[in-house]
Each structure stands twice: as C-alpha cells, then as structure tokens.
C-alpha cells in the first residue's frame, strides 16, 4: 500500500503552495485509493530548533541514550519515521526572502540525521533514503525562473533539491508557481492565474 508524506510549510491558510498540496493529495487519492497519506504542517506546529543536547543525543550511540536523550530525539525520531516510511514526498514551500520559510529550515535540521538519512563511508556522504520521490510546489510572489534577470535569486530550488540528494532522494520535480504577488490585484482571477500549475500538478500526482 503506497504512502505519500505531505509537508505545509507556508503560514498562509489561502497561500499557492497550500492550494497545489491540495489539489496533488485529492489527485493523488484518486490514484491510490487505498494508499495513506501522511501530512505534517509546520507553520502549525514549527519543529524545535536544534541545540547541545540534541547534538550531544545525536552524536551518543542509541544503546547508551539515556532516557534524557531518547526524549531529546523524540520528535526527530518520529520525523526521519516518516521519511522513512513514505514511498513519495509532496512538498509546499512559499519563497520568503528568495529561500524557504524558516519552520521547514527547522524541519530540515531535525532530520538531518547522520547514520539515519544520511552516513559518511569510504566514498564520501551517501544518502540512505534512496528510491523515494519527491514534488515541490513552490509559490514566490516574483518570478524567478532559469530564462528571467532575477532568476540567481532563487534559492528555494537549489538549496532543497540539494538537501534531497544529500539523503538520497534524487528523483525530484519542482513545480514553480511565479509572479503571485499578482493576486493581490482583484482584477486578477485566482482560477484562471493558477491553471497552468494545477495542471502540471495533476498530471505529476496522476
């Protein structure tokens, strides 16, 4: 049975990125009837930021945690669980100051795990969440795609689909939302605006 982890990371209930995570969830229901889905806002319930004891938790082998610890690395336990257990990730990301918002920076850091979703060998750092897939719908209110004169401001694409790789998920597809400072016009349609990405989204999700 497939499982698709679904991650909000935008602080705006009526934000872009919220509406194609929901439009890739009804599609991909309709897909897999039968499969689970998993969803995690993190403007909801931001990830704690890590500090000494979490590192020093990290860094101490499992069977010497002591019960401290253990509940230190509760939370990032019960994330990198998810990772580990979906089959396919959906990601919303709206673009603030041209990267991520700050809870899925949060987010990221707590499962970050070495010897969990990454490990270090002979050969350099590998990834340990291999054969995973993973869409990113990201929104930014300008437009900052390869082809414009502000596209070396975008670090949204770069910076996550770097993370991904680092722990083995390779298999990444980003669909940019640019330019939706223009619903903020009421003379701009929000449907019609937003057609073109909520197709390519169904047709990802399909």
């Known amino acids: 049975m497939p499982t698709l982890l679904h991650i909000d ?18 599609t991909w229901k309709a897909k897999n009837p039968n499969g689970t889905v998993i969803y995690r806002d993190l403007a909801a319930a931001a990830p704690k930021g890590i500090d000494s004891a979490w590192i020093q938790a990290v860094y101490t082998p499992a069977a010497s945690r002591t019960p401290e610890q253990i509940e230190t690395l509760a939370l990032s336990d019960e994330l990198v669980g998810e990772l580990e257990q979906a089959d396919e990730y959906v990601f919303g990301i709206a673009m603030h100051n041209f990267s991520i918002p700050s809870v899925l920076k949060l987010w990221i850091d707590q499962i970050a795990r070495v010897g969990r979703t990454f490990s270090y060998g002979e050969y350099g750092p590998k990834g340990l969440l291999e054969g995973k897939k993973a869409t990113v719908l990201a929104a930014s209110g300008g437009v900052y795609a390869a082809d ?21 998920v390779t298999d990444v597809t980003f669909v940019n939302a640019g330019g939706t400072s223009k619903l903020r016009d009421a003379s701009v349609n929000r449907e019609e605006f937003l057609q073109p990405s909520l197709e390519k989204v169904r047709e990802l999700a399909a």
């Not at 990371?9 to 009804?26: A, H, N, Q, T």
């Open 9 to 26: 990371s935008s602080p705006l209930e009526s934000s872009v990125s919220r509406e194609l995570g929901r439009e890739f969830v009804k």
């Open 148 to 168: 414009t004169p502000l596209a070396a401001y975008d670090f949204v694409e770069p910076y996550f689909k770097t993370v991904l790789g680092f722990m083995g």
